[in-house]
């Protein structure tokens, strides 16, 4: 009989520099520890998960919220490979182990590199970096995260990093590459590409899990799991993705059935539309799909995802999953209006614990998944309710002009952010003032692209950058101003913003958390 994989023995128990055990404690059980206790974890309460928490209270997910609930989603699947057949704990066991700790600690730690007003911010502080501030790798939150991990955070045995375990390292980085090292493959359409690179690879990865300056360290700590193929997640590290999308497809529907976003008429004409005339939709011309007909939009999306992840999306399974959202969604928890009551609480806890335990029961594991999966995932159907879900999350949340023109004005706070902070540090009469931390990553940054042009100057000569010594010190100090905006709470980057846009009265109160 196979025990249940814990030990990492092929170093992922190691770290950076070895502590003596001083407290007994299993070496994960640290890292999870040192993660809860980060700064960086405790900023998550203030930041947006989808929707602002500013006037729907206490009811919607904010990220700190949100890692909770992935954590113990997490936990739940790594635990219940105890359980799981013969054949299923041998690939386990193969591929490197999947310890629950390990698994805990990676979903803490999955989202302490998202900045200020969620999946927006992410998306304006690349666009920033990239364009205004000169970062070939511009801003993305998992790569973020490594860094924080690895660079940013500090604890008593190193002060650069938490000093955590290979396997907890190697357990965030869902997207296990760089951007600039897919601008050297050659191009491949999107269906052959990992999820996360997008469609135009030659132009550098969308998404990634390690600045260029963290790549030594990312190729190290996965090199504890030699029966992981190139560019696929550890066992661990797919587990809390898989949990991530679970949480993040049912949860943030809770959120917005509580907050009356989700309303059932309009939810209701898009589902069924697509039921009722899936055949004349499926007929239709591309150009012919309006938005505002119902129906149009479920065909629209469904579209993109038989181009795109055709070794697994089937028709008959997708409508599967429309009847099955319109039949408990719909015609089940939206008949019921929220307001505060017993009745509405009571409908909302049971229609969250039906979807979780159903898509935490619908686990697969495989040996050699498909470059667009991971080692674990969720079973064909399961995967289907989970992309339908996310439709009426990306369709009745995300594109509402009244969430897009709040948005816009958060856009533009942090623009002001990253103009104002390089323009300070470059005002050689008042770059002295700028705040310690600040100046103290300034110094810090520009001697990890010191170090990286040692290691690797192909880097620069790929993205074009020179290796002078402005050169780095310009890199350093953009690199550094990035940072320095993403660990900014919501409420905090707003406040700063108006200082340093000279719109502020409140000086003491806004300017203390500099």
Not at 197 to 211: C, H, I, Q
Not at 271 to 282: I, V
Not at 292 to 298: A, E, K, N, Q
Request: aromatic letters at 8%.
């Amino acid at each position: 009989m196979l025990s249940f994989p814990r030990t990492h023995t092929g170093g992922g128990r190691d770290r950076n520099l070895p502590e003596p055990s001083t407290t007994g404690e299993d070496e994960f059980r640290v890292d999870v520890e040192r993660i809860r206790f980060s700064p960086y974890f405790t900023r998550l309460s203030a930041v947006t998960q989808v929707i602002p928490q500013a006037g729907s209270g206490t009811i919607v997910h904010n990220r700190l919220t949100h890692s909770l609930k992935v954590s113990a989603v997490a936990r739940s699947i790594a635990v219940g490979f105890r359980d799981a057949s013969e054949n299923v704990r041998a690939i386990v066991d193969e591929l490197g182990g999947c310890d629950p700790v390990v698994v805990q600690a990676a979903a803490a730690a999955h989202d302490l590199g998202h900045p200020p007003f969620g999946h927006l911010g992410e998306q304006v502080l690349d666009r920033v970096a990239r364009e205004r501030l000169g970062l070939p790798d511009g801003f993305e939150g998992n790569a973020q995260t490594f860094r924080i991990l690895t660079a940013l955070d500090s604890c008593d045995a190193t002060p650069r990093g938490l000093n955590l375990t290979k396997a907890v390292r190697a357990a965030v980085l869902k997207y296990p590459w760089t951007r600039g090292e897919w601008r050297a493959m050659p191009a491949r359409p999107a269906e052959e590409l990992p999820r996360g690179v997008g469609t135009d690879a030659a132009s550098g990865a969308l998404k990634f899990s390690a600045y260029s300056i963290e790549a030594r360290e990312m190729k190290d700590v996965l090199s504890a799991f030699p029966a992981i193929g190139q560019h696929q997640q550890t066992l661990e590290c797919s587990v809390m993705d898989i949990a991530d999308d679970i949480a993040y497809s049912v949860h943030d529907l809770d959120d917005f059935y509580r907050a009356g976003v989700l309303q059932y008429t309009s939810v209701s004409a898009e589902l069924n539309g697509w039921l009722t005339a899936q055949s004349e939709l499926s007929a239709l011309d591309p150009s012919e799909l309006a938005v505002r007909r119902p129906g149009h939009s479920l065909e629209a999306a469904w579209r993109k995802v038989q181009a795109k992840d055709a070794w697994i999306a089937d028709v008959d399974a997708f409508r599967n999953s429309v009847e099955r959202v319109t039949t408990d969604l719909v015609e089940g928890l939206l008949t019921i209006p929220y307001d505060g009551g017993l009745e509405a609480d009571r409908a909302v806890a049971a229609f969250t614990r039906r979807w979780i335990d159903r898509l935490k029961g619908s686990i697969r594991v495989e040996r050699d998944p498909n470059i667009r999966s991971g080692h674990v995932r969720l079973s064909r159907q399961a995967w289907h309710d989970v992309v339908v879900l996310k439709f009426v999350h990306t369709r009745f949340v995300l594109d509402r002009p009244d969430l897009a023109v709040y948005q816009r004005g958060q856009s533009r706070v942090l623009e002001a952010l990253a103009d104002g902070f390089h323009a300070w540090l470059n005002d050689p009469s008042d770059a002295a003032r700028a705040p310690r931390r600040l100046l103290d990553s300034v110094e810090a940054a520009t001697e990890e692209y010191r170090a990286l042009l040692d290691e690797a100057p192909e880097f620069f000569t790929a993205a074009g950058v020179g290796t002078g010594a402005s050169d780095i010190a310009r890199l350093g100090q953009s690199r550094a101003v990035v940072d320095y905006i993403a660990s900014f709470t919501d409420a905090q980057a707003i406040s700063v913003a108006t200082l340093i846009s000279g719109t502020s009265d409140n000086l003491w109160e806004s300017g203390r958390s500099l």
